[in-house]
């Protein structure tokens, strides 16, 4: 059974950091595109950050947010810094390979003074 788990999400003010991780399990995690992508209240989810099997990494979100994974711990995360209240949103983890598409459940980021 594939799971992916995300966590680190909360209440941050303006300004500040989160690191969001996301572990998966029931996958050959090495193999997988991995992504990050949220969705807030009243607009279509979108993507935030991918990365590659191999690192290479794509941003929709550029110059405040930082993607890497391990692939030794089955995990990838979202270093998020100077946050703005736009970042406000629920937070999901992807994983894709070919034709199979995981998500997470997502972990909610609320960024507000």
């Known amino acids: 059974q594939v799971q992916l788990v995300e966590s680190g999400g909360g209440l941050v003010q303006p300004g500040g950091s989160l690191r969001l991780s996301c572990a998966a399990s029931?996958?050959?995690?090495?193999?997988?595109?991995m992504g990050w992508y949220r969705q807030a209240p009243g607009k279509q989810r979108e993507l935030v950050a991918s990365?590659?099997?191999?690192?290479d990494t794509n941003y929709a979100v550029k110059g405040r947010f930082t993607i890497s994974r391990d692939n030794a711990k089955n995990t990838v995360y979202l270093q998020m810094n100077s946050l703005k209240p736009e970042d406000t949103a629920v937070y999901y983890c992807?994983?894709?390979?070919?034709?199979?598409?995981?998500w997470g459940k997502g972990t909610q980021v609320t960024v507000s003074s």
């Open positions: 990365i590659t099997p191999s690192g």
């Open positions: 992807n994983a894709m390979l070919r034709l199979q598409v995981y």
């Open positions: 029931g996958i050959i995690f090495s193999l997988y595109h």
